[in-house]
């Protein structure tokens, strides 16, 4: 390893959630420059989370990149919060400034709200598809759509105990068209939630995420044409369970909101 990332910080954060041990965990490093990729993978690797990052301050932001154990992704809501957390509370900015990421997504922007940061990414529509056979089976479950967006298939289930109790098959998910899926319904009536998702992504080396921003900029638009409204209140029903607020007024971009909690720091040796 190069001298530039010897004792280098490394710092995990539970995203998506004020409670540790829930939400989504990420890794996120800051390098004082940038760093071989094969290096960022092998980290990834180590770190063993669904996604580790990667910051290199720029003159009025800093780039970011995401990396899953096996690959490096286009797009991460849950790491991006992760990272505007550690900016913040590490002391990297101050709370008043804007967390400005140069990502292979375009320029994303984070604002600290109180308890809450706020992500501004792209929407990501979805258009309705007739389904490959193998999709039903592999879900284990009937569905009343399905659709297709540049991350995944989204599947309508018809209630909201459906999402939360299967179990799919994630090998055969592995061999479809799009390995990945999320599967989403509104809630139950006395939910303080407007729709529950769950995201399955064994394409990438990810069998189940337990809280993902980048489903959301694809959920933003299905549900706010479902629903007829802007403001949304969204729980992802993984094992470990997450809460994102989602606005999104029909334009070119959602506006997604978590909170985060750091859950330990170490050193790179």
Request: charged share 20%; proline share 5%.
């Amino acid at each position: 390893m190069s001298n530039l990332t010897e004792g280098q910080i490394i710092t995990q954060v539970d995203a998506f959630t004020n409670t540790p041990f829930a939400g989504n965990p990420a890794a996120v490093c800051v390098l004082p420059t940038s760093q071989d990729e094969r290096w960022m993978q092998n980290v990834a690797q180590e770190m063993n989370l669904s996604e580790t990052a990667f910051l290199v301050r720029q003159d009025d932001g800093f780039n970011l990149r995401w990396f899953t154990p096996t690959v490096e992704v286009p797009l991460c809501g849950h790491a991006t919060l992760a990272s505007a957390h550690v900016l913040w509370s590490e002391g990297h900015l101050s709370p008043d400034e804007v967390a400005r990421f140069y990502t292979k997504s375009g320029v994303l922007i984070a604002k600290l709200q109180g308890e809450w940061i706020e992500l501004d990414f792209p929407v990501n529509h979805s258009r309705v598809i007739i389904a490959p056979p193998e999709l039903k089976v592999a879900l284990g479950v009937p569905y009343r759509f399905v659709l297709q967006n540049s991350l995944s298939y989204l599947v309508e289930l018809e209630s909201e105990d459906l999402v939360r109790q299967m179990q799919p098959n994630f090998q055969l998910l592995k061999t479809l068209p799009v390995g990945k899926v999320i599967v989403t319904s509104l809630t139950n009536a006395d939910s303080d939630y407007d729709f529950v998702s769950r995201f399955f992504a064994p394409e990438v080396g990810i069998n189940e995420d337990p809280v993902t921003g980048s489903a959301h900029c694809c959920l933003a638009a299905f549900w706010r044409d479902r629903l007829h409204k802007n403001d949304l209140l969204a729980y992802q029903a993984s094992s470990r369970g997450g809460v994102v607020k989602v606005y999104y007024d029909g334009g070119d971009r959602v506006f997604l909101a978590g909170q985060a909690v750091t859950v330990m720091r170490g050193k790179l040796q």
